[in-house]
């Protein structure tokens, strides 16, 4: 069965920086592609960030320049960097894997970013 599990969200100040894990299992974590989704209260989920198969990164626009994705296939953990935090970055973030038919999710941590 797979399974996505987030972590190291928390409480930081406009400016500051987390790092977000997500690990795999239970699938064949290096042929999905891998994505960051986040989601504020009252509003849609978004797309923050995509890594392919081959390494290849996409970013919102809210976040290029601020926000790293990476993969570390061998620990099957995938991981955002998010640097020069804003207040308009506190959501709910989650992690996605997705290929064909497969769309696995995990529940995802929380990021406030609050003086």
């Known amino acids: 069965q797979a399974h996505l599990v987030e972590s190291g969200g928390g409480l930081v100040q406009p400016g500051g920086s987390l790092r977000l894990s997500c690990t795999a299992s239970?699938?064949?974590?290096?042929?999905?592609?891998m994505n960051w989704y986040r989601q504020a209260p009252g509003k849609e989920r978004e797309l923050v960030a995509s890594i392919s198969t081959g390494g290849m990164e996409t970013y919102a626009e809210a976040v290029k320049g601020r926000f790293t994705i990476f993969r570390d296939n061998s620990e099957r953990t995938l991981y955002l960097q998010m640097n020069n935090l804003k207040p308009e970055d506190s959501a709910g973030y989650y992690c996605?894997?997705?290929?064909?038919?497969?769309?696995?999710w995990g529940q995802g941590t929380q990021v406030t970013v609050s003086a």
């Open positions: 996605n894997a997705r290929q064909v038919v497969f769309d696995y």
């Open positions: 239970g699938f064949a974590f290096s042929i999905f592609a």
